[in-house]
């Protein structure tokens, strides 16, 4: 069964401190890792999608990371309007190729 | 209007009632979904239809009824809920008919609450 774990839980940044959120999966095989940010009671915002290991994206202070087993979403010098949970799902090329959602990453950045 | 919308954003209703949830995409996309949303749960995929044709029911319970009439709107018909199913409701949608291997972009929700 396909599993996608997100950490930490919850994460507090002042403004400008960098950190990365962690998503470990586990699937058959990999068909890609996707990425959104969700603000809250709106629908989650597509950021990233990643296909292979080796492979990075950026857009503005977000840069995702792809290996074989996890994928990390670097935050460099962040801002309040950061603030989201961050949500990784993968898809399986195993399977019926469901989207399988981790729970996020609940970040706030303070000033 | 762009993107993917839903109404009502909000909803409130007893378990005796009937209502049903809309979502309509403006993207030309070809597949959409719903998805249950609740506190501290991953996304649950509750179902998937490609060019109009249910492709996936992920063992949903029968009070949950879809309907999607053409490829820009679909439909969730409620009935006789449990105070259990009270949670943010999305739909999305993706471009192509192989459905999961596009991204899938979501409308902003529809908070229900079951009393």
């Known amino acids: 069964e396909d599993q996608v774990t997100q950490s930490p839980e919850a994460l507090r940044l002042q403004e400008g401190e960098s950190s990365s959120l962690n998503c470990s999966y586990t699937?058959?095989?990999?068909?890609?890792l996707f990425w959104y940010r969700q603000d809250p009671g709106k629908g989650p915002e597509f950021l990233f999608t990643l296909y292979s290991a080796g492979e990075e994206k950026e857009k503005e202070r977000l840069k995702a990371t792809l290996t074989k087993k996890e994928s990390f979403l670097h935050i460099t010098a962040p801002k309040p309007e950061d603030s989201a949970t961050y949500l990784c799902?993968?898809?399986?090329?195993?399977?019926?190729?469901?989207?399988?959602f981790g729970t996020g990453t609940r970040l706030q950045v303070t000033l | 209007e762009t993107g993917v919308t839903q109404t009502p954003r909000h909803l409130v209703m007893g378990m005796t009632n009937k209502k049903s949830l809309k979502c309509e995409q403006h993207l030309g996309h070809n597949a959409m979904y719903w998805y249950k949303q609740s506190a501290k749960k991953p996304l649950e995929l509750m179902f998937v239809y490609s060019l109009e044709e249910r492709v996936e029911n992920n063992s949903v319970p029968s009070r949950f009824s879809p309907e999607c009439p053409n490829s820009s709107h679909l439909f969730l018909h409620l009935h006789t809920l449990q105070p259990e199913d009270s949670a943010l409701y999305l739909c999305?949608?993706?471009?192509?008919?192989?459905?999961?291997?596009?991204?899938?972009?979501f409308g902003p929700g529809t908070r229900l609450t079951v009393l």
């Open positions: 799902a993968v898809v399986d090329t195993g399977t019926a190729s469901k989207l399988t």
């Open positions: 699937v058959s095989g990999l068909r890609g």
């Open positions: 999305a949608s993706s471009r192509g008919t192989g459905v999961h291997t596009d991204t899938q972009y």
